[in-house]
Antibody, heavy 121, light 108 residues
Framework: QVQLVQSGAEVKKPGASVKVSCKASGYTFTANFIHWVRQAPGQGLEWMGWINPNTGDTNYEQRFQGRVTMTRDPSITTAYMDLSSLRSDDAAAYYC??????????????WGQGTLVTVSS | EIVLTQSPGTLSLSPGERATLSCRASQSVSSNYLAWYQQKPGQAPRLLIYGASSRATGIPDRFSGSGSGTDFTLTISRLEPEDFAVYYCQQYGNSRGTFGQGTKVEIK
């Protein structure tokens, strides 16, 4: 079945970087954008940006510009989100989600299970 | 940047009642690129509605979406026990996807 499976929980120190992976299966990886969304404890959803797995093109939310890097490896149908210079307020669950494309008017139809990132000294 | 404002923040209802959730955009949402998601504790969000009014695959018909431009509504016609959750609206315009702050539907 169509699914996105993310890497496991991470504990990082302030100032460090974290890299979260998102492995796609059950569909053509290069056919749909992958978005990244995060959710701080008890808070709402925050969109971070997308990557086009076909071309590698990216588009980041302005507030993450300079700290986030989204990449992909089509040979293993995996997308990555790298966030640097971590602060305490970066502690959150990070989700990857598949963009549904024009057929779904760009809604996010498949979500990974989430990766919890803890930032603590 | 389009800002989405959801109301109310919390809706306290009983099973079997009707739930009406609102999502208002600060600017018109392009081509009805408006979606609704349900999220339960400890789970990832689930797509309910796309294009403002189309149900996603496998979503029961008690869920319906309506609206256009800047005002959108998610209606749950008769609440089932599994419907008590947080609901988010989201718009996708100019290649950016922003979410509302969420409405929690809780058991009264």
């Amino acid at each position: 079945q169509v699914q996105l499976v993310q890497s496991g929980a991470e504990v990082k120190k302030p100032g460090a970087s974290v890299k979260v992976s998102c492995k796609a299966s059950g569909y053509t990886f290069t056919a749909n954008f992958i978005h990244w969304v995060r959710q701080a404890p008890g808070q709402g959803l925050e969109w971070m940006g997308w990557i086009n797995p076909n071309t590698g093109d990216t588009n980041y939310e302005q507030r993450f510009q300079g700290r986030v890097t989204m990449t992909r490896d089509p040979s293993i149908t995996t997308a990555y989100m790298d966030l640097s210079s971590l602060r305490s307020d970066d502690a959150a669950a990070y989700y990857c989600a598949r963009g549904g494309g024009f057929a779904l008017l760009y809604a996010f139809d498949i979500w990974g299970q989430g990766t919890l990132v803890t930032v603590s000294s | 940047e389009i800002v989405l404002t959801q109301s109310p923040g919390t809706l306290s209802l009983s099973p079997g009642e009707r739930a009406t959730l609102s999502c208002r955009a600060s600017q018109s949402v392009s081509s009805n690129y408006l979606a609704w998601y349900q999220q339960k504790p400890g789970q990832a969000p689930r797509l309910l509605i796309y294009g403002a009014s189309s149900r996603a695959t496998g979503i029961p018909d008690r869920f319906s979406g309506s609206g256009s431009g800047t005002d959108f509504t998610l209606t749950i016609s008769r609440l089932e026990p599994e419907d008590f959750a947080v609901y988010y609206c989201q718009q996708y315009g100019n290649s950016r996807g922003t979410f509302g702050q969420g409405t929690k539907v809780e058991i009264k």
